[in-house]
């Protein structure tokens, strides 16, 4: 016997800063529910590592922020949303500093006793403007987040309830206007497909890295948040800029681990094997350049010399200060029997960060009534070609606030429709497991070798090809069978893959974290323009 809808006035799906923020700041006006897929803290936003963006200091200025992310941005952020969340962001990180953050500390120069912000530098930026709780930032924001809304009576979090798909009004019925009414959920917990229903809801769910073979993302970077929205024939944009981080620890028992850029924001040097330090042939700015350029040097310098790895060295800094300013990152190294004190870290660079995603505006509103936005799943504008370091934190948290005042001074119609209950098949099939693990891996391999760091067109084609079968096969099992979490994270992954490499085709040019050897250089006729994919409903 199905379970009755759940009604809320607000659905948040995702408990990263984006989702955490939205529901504290509706949640004296409504009742909110926050569904996420494993544990509240399961989120890129606990392993964010060297901070977040803002200007905090009189030597800094927004307009110093703003030049420097649309440099990064490589000519296509949309300046009005980078000079609005920038502008925005220091009264957001008060917020955040009065529910109880802790951001590292120093003492003021010259006035022993007095403290003030510790502020790090990260590639990109004129000025040192990223606040930090000494490595692991993200773990320190989401710890205090979840902290107030554990302590809300109008917030209840459902962990393993894995968001399906959107319900939109006019599937059910076609003379309905369209918009969502709500979401299908896998209840984990319960082995079933239950119905939430609200007028408002929100995707918080984060990036896609896990669509690459090696990642700096945890196991919940799937893409379903974009994956949903392009299935509820929602405008999804500029999906051909994948962030590659250029640091991840390259070490064969772990799990990629990034090594954060604030290592190089304090004096690291990237070094090649035989001891160059090899940024001054690619950029004035070296190891700080931004971070496609530092990414596509190492990835040059790798496939010149054939080595696997280049290394990231910071032991000239002293053992004190590096134990002081990088204390996990030093434990995790020494895990794997690198002193980063005494010698250099291997790296290479690994997929870290979606630029684009579900097209919004400064709001969260997507084009479908009723449906937000925020965080990494979605396209404000801000990052344009290529995020600036540490601001991405810094876009959730000001694009969740916004969103939060739009619905409470707008807030859309209740719903008033009757909602079918969840239908797919309801067989299980030995074959399920073999054919999830075995096409979950071959699209992160193909993704890793053809959709990479640098891109060529007849790649990009081998890529689309594949993917259109492998996709055939998931749709076969996702209507024939029951559903469970493997299946539904692999079809959303296939379909995110399939929108890079659509967009990649799209775009017959060069320009930020998007390479491609077929058109090297960036055309000018392309500088404002954005790639759009949109699914349509029939
Ligand atoms: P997330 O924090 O990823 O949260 C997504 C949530 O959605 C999770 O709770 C997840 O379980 C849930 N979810 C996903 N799919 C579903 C579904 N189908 N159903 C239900 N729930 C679902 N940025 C910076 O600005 N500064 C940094 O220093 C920094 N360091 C980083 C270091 C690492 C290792 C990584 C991986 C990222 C880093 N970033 C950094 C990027 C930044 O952490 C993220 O962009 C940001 O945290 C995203 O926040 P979010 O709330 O949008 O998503
Ligand atoms: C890092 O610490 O290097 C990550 C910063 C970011 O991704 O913004």
Redesign the pocket.
């Known amino acids: 016997m199905p379970e009755k809808p759940r009604k809320f006035d607000f659905i948040i ?7 955490l923020t939205f529901a504290l700041s509706v949640a004296e006006k409504g009742r909110v529910a926050i ?4 544990n509240r803290a ?4 606990n ?6 963006a803002s200007v905090t200091s009189r030597e800094d200025s927004i307009e110093l922020h703003v030049q420097d992310t649309l440099e990064a941005g490589a000519g296509l952020c949309n300046e009005s949303a980078v000079r609005t969340i920038l502008a925005e962001g220091p009264a957001r990180i008060a917020e955040l500093i009065a529910l109880g953050t802790q951001f590292t500390e120093r003492e003021i120069p010259n006035a022993p006793g007095s403290r003030e912000l510790d502020l790090t530098k990260e590639g990109g930026h004129s000025k040192r403007r990223i606040l930090h709780a000494k490595d692991a ?2 773990a320190e924001i989401e710890r205090a987040l979840l902290a107030a809304v554990g302590a809300n009576p109008n917030i209840t979090v459902l962990e393993n ?3 399906i798909d959107l319900i939109l009004s006019g599937k059910i019925d076609s003379s309905h206007p369209n918009r969502v009414v709500g979401v299908y959920v896998l209840n984990q917990p319960a082995n079933r497909v239950d119905v939430f229903v609200a007028p408002v809801v929100v995707l ?4 896609s ?1 896990k669509v690459y073979l090696y990642t ?3 196991d ?2 799937t893409g ?2 974009v994956a949903m929205a392009y299935r509820a024939g929602v405008g999804i944009g500029n999906m051909e800029f994948v962030q590659f981080h250029p640091t991840c620890l390259y070490h064969p028992q772990a799990k990629t681990y ?1 090594i954060s850029e604030a290592v190089r924001g304090e004096g690291g040097w990237l070094l090649r094997r035989d001891g160059e330090r090899f940024m001054g042939r690619y950029d004035r700015r070296l190891e700080l350049a931004p971070r496609d350029i530092v990414a596509r040097a190492i990835d040059s310098e790798m496939k010149r010399t054939g080595d696997p790895c280049v290394f990231l060295d910071i032991s000239h800094r002293g053992a004190e200060f590096v134990r002081h300013h990088f204390p996990n990152l030093y434990a995790r190294c020494l895990e794997f029997g690198i002193d980063m004190t005494r010698e250099p870290i291997p790296v290479v660079p690994a997929a ?2 979606q630029c684009g995603g579900i097209i919004t505006d400064l709001d969260g509103a997507t084009e479908l009534p009723g449906l937000f936005a925020i ?3 979605a396209c404000t504008g801000l990052h344009g070609a290529n995020r600036l370091a ?5 876009e ?1 948290l000001v694009c969740a606030h916004r969103a939060a005042n739009r619905v409470l001074l707008h807030p859309p119609a209740p719903v008033d429709i009757e909602i079918p209950t969840w239908k797919t098949g309801e067989a299980t099939d030995a074959d399920e497991l073999v054919v999830v693990s075995h096409n979950w891996d071959e699209i992160r391999r193909l993704m890793w070798d053809y959709v990479g760091i640098v891109r060529t067109n007849k790649r990009l084609k081998r890529a689309e090809k594949r993917l259109g079968n492998l996709q055939e096969e998931i749709r076969e099992f996702y209507w024939n069978f029951k559903v469970t979490a493997d299946l539904l994270e692999l079809r959303n992954l296939c379909t995110v893959a399939q929108l890079i490499v659509e967009s990649a085709l799209i775009r017959p040019e060069s320009r930020g974290l998007h390479f491609n050897l077929d058109y090297p250089e960036p055309d000018p006729a392309w500088a404002q323009r954005n790639t759009e994919l949109r699914k349509i409903l029939r």
């Open positions: 799906l995702g408990s990263g800063v984006a989702g569904l996420t897929k494993k399961d989120s890129s936003t392993w964010a590592q060297g901070g977040i930032t993200g309830h894995f968001a918080a769910t984060g990036g890295g700096t993302n945890p919940i970077a379903d948040g990034l870290h960060y965080g990494e799943v540490s601001n991405s934190l810094l959730a």
